[in-house]
């Protein structure tokens, strides 16, 4: 019996030492064929690619550019490394990858894998593309990085995939900035909101709800327009002329819908805007109904699981995104809220400050007030050119010293003493209790 427990012991520590010695890093170039070692190297590193054995893999890579520099490999090696990267996954493996595929186009910008390159790279950041309501760093990302291959590779066959991710990736960023307005609009902060709605219907025409965008926008317009009508301060002819023009601005936003977008969900009510506002109804061209119907029939409907499931998901749903149609290729067009209330404040008061690049809009805090010439200072306290500045007004959070510290001011005595009653009504004060309420604990 003690014999063969021994001899088990010595099994089991010979398998051991087998098994130890299978784990051993091997010298990558053992057991290739000499006649063509970089063939045999890259073969192996792509099947332990396969089998996802992906530190295996970039160290035969390495091993290969390292020694043979002249390989007809070097450039399938170079991809391959950044393609292990990827594979494997994650934040920092992807930053890798990428690192890896951008020195692949800077070093081999003509071959017919740069574009591939820079497709996954754009793809990294996809991946990573979050909610509209949460970080958008990584959309951003994305759409810089397909449009550089849209730009970069118009040849390419990944062109159509490229177009299609870079249409999803704007739908998203479109849904963060008419979320962001429509907060802002229903708070009545109305340049803000313009801004922002502006910036969306010009960057990102294929965005799903535009036809909402530019309806909100027109109802904006018309809302300055009645509280600019309402400004009696305001000189008779700048309140006429800041009213027409917001009101063009609002049929402007209308006719849009009607024309651009005429098998949208709010042509109707557009068209019944333009009727209250006693304006022309653009008939919208065939060429422009059969875009737009195309649009429309490309997107996707979600069920209402899907939907369901979709608030416990990370990454955003693009099933709404237009599947044709040419995506933006201009940055986004950011619009200031400031510059444009700074331009509409020039138009009152009159002074030469030139516009802003965008439309005008209308200050949140005049639209509350209703007093815009508040704003406006009196002539007599405008300061003549050459003139000396105004005293600095004194520092009221400096401590005041009495003019007499020998003498105790009138104010100060009965201050103490309206402390020193406060101290006896405090509330903190312990209190004796009486009769039943002695009972009370508390």
Not at 136 to 142: E, I, L, M, N, Y
Request: glycine fraction near 4%; hydrophobic fraction near 35%.
């Amino acid at each position: 019996m003690v014999r063969k427990i021994f001899i088990s012991a010595i099994l089991a520590c010979a398998l051991l030492a087998v098994s130890g010695c299978h784990h051993k890093t091997q010298n990558p170039l053992a057991n290739i064929d000499s006649k063509q070692p970089d063939k045999a190297l890259f073969d192996r590193a792509m099947d332990s690619m396969k089998h996802g054995h992906y530190q295996e893999s970039r160290t035969l890579l390495d091993t290969l550019i390292n020694t043979y520099p002249d390989s007809e490999y070097i450039a399938r090696a170079k991809l391959g490394i950044g393609d292990a990267w990827y594979n494997e996954g994650g934040t920092a493996a992807w930053q890798q990858a990428e690192m890896q595929y951008k020195d692949f186009q800077i070093f081999f910008p003509d071959l017919p894998e740069a574009s591939e390159a820079q497709l996954k790279v754009a793809f990294i950041h996809y991946r990573q593309m979050e909610k509209p309501d949460r970080d958008f760093a990584q959309a951003q990302r994305a759409a810089e990085e397909y449009k550089i291959l849209i730009s970069q590779y118009p040849q390419s066959p990944l062109l159509p995939e490229a177009k299609q991710r870079l249409r999803e990736v704007q739908e998203v960023l479109a849904e963060r900035q008419f979320r962001i307005a429509h907060f802002y609009y229903l708070r009545d902060n109305l340049a803000a909101s313009q801004a922002r709605l502006h910036s969306l219907i010009d960057s990102y025409p294929l965005y799903s709800s535009v036809d909402e965008a530019l309806f909100e926008l027109g109802q904006l317009y018309e809302k300055e327009a009645v509280a600019m009508r309402k400004q009696d301060k305001l000189n008779a002819a700048t309140r006429e002329k800041l009213t027409a023009d917001f009101e063009r601005e609002a049929i402007q936003a209308y006719s849009q819908v009607v024309s651009r977008y005429p098998a949208m969900p709010r042509v109707e009510d557009a068209k019944k805007r333009l009727v209250a506002m006693k304006a022309t109804v653009p008939v919208p061209t065939a060429e422009a109904i059969a875009t737009n119907k195309s649009e429309m029939q490309s997107r996707s409907d979600e069920r209402f699981s899907q939907r369901m499931l979709g608030n416990f998901r990370k990454h955003p749903s693009v099933a709404r995104a237009s599947k044709v149609g040419d995506p933006n290729m201009a940055d986004e067009e950011v619009r200031s809220a400031p510059a444009m209330v700074q331009s509409l404040n020039a138009q009152i008061l009159g002074t030469p400050v030139p516009p802003p690049s965008g439309k005008i809009g209308i200050d949140t805090a005049v639209g509350k007030t209703g007093d815009p010439g508040a704003s406006e200072a009196p002539p007599s306290s405008q300061s003549k050119e050459g003139a000396p500045p105004k005293p600095a007004p004194a520092q009221v959070n400096e401590l005041q010293k009495p003019a007499d510290p020998t003498a105790t001011p009138a104010a100060t005595q009965s201050g103490q003493s309206a402390k020193t009653d406060d101290k006896d009504d405090s509330s903190s004060k312990k209190k004796v209790k009486k009769g039943l309420r002695k009972l009370i604990p508390f």
